[in-house]
């Protein structure tokens, strides 16, 4: 969805919108859309910059991040983002920057895609590490087998033939 900011006034334009999977590209193997991404907001704009608050909800499904299993997890993000003209925003690389500044952006032009606003907010929210349970034992990594499965059998007393020279040390 773009809105051209050249027909948005003083007051707040609210917007609500649906997104469906294949319209954003998370660019992860690891994580996939299982629906449609709901976004609902509100727009400001004032001389200085412009303003967007919203709420994007999805499901999600992502790899367990030790065996691989597909755990689903609802994202529910909340965000506030402000974006600037290119003149609004300091070029020394010397600034000091406050935690504010990390919420603003820079816009080009007079049009804004807030479909691309969803898509950077759910990459920001995406989570680091997600377990399939808290004690996932992962993959073994001579054979691949899932152990928590069960024990795979491979011999685990190889040594790596990098370090087998320190044991001659002994």
Known sequence: MKVDLLSVTDE???FKFRLQPDEIDLDSEAVRIRGAIDVVGELGKNAAKTDIKGSISAPLEIDCTRCLVSVEHDLNITFHVDFVDREMFPESKETHLENSDLDTDVIEGNELDLAAVAREQIL???????????????????????????????????????????????
């Open 124 to 170: 920001l929210e995406l989570p680091v590490q997600v377990l399939c349970k808290e004690d996932c034992k992962g993959i073994c990594p001579t054979c691949g087998k899932d152990l928590n499965e069960g024990e795979c059998g491979c011999c685990g007393d190889e040594i790596d033939p990098r370090w087998a020279v320190l044991k001659d040390l002994k």
């Open 12 to 14: 707040p334009v609210p």
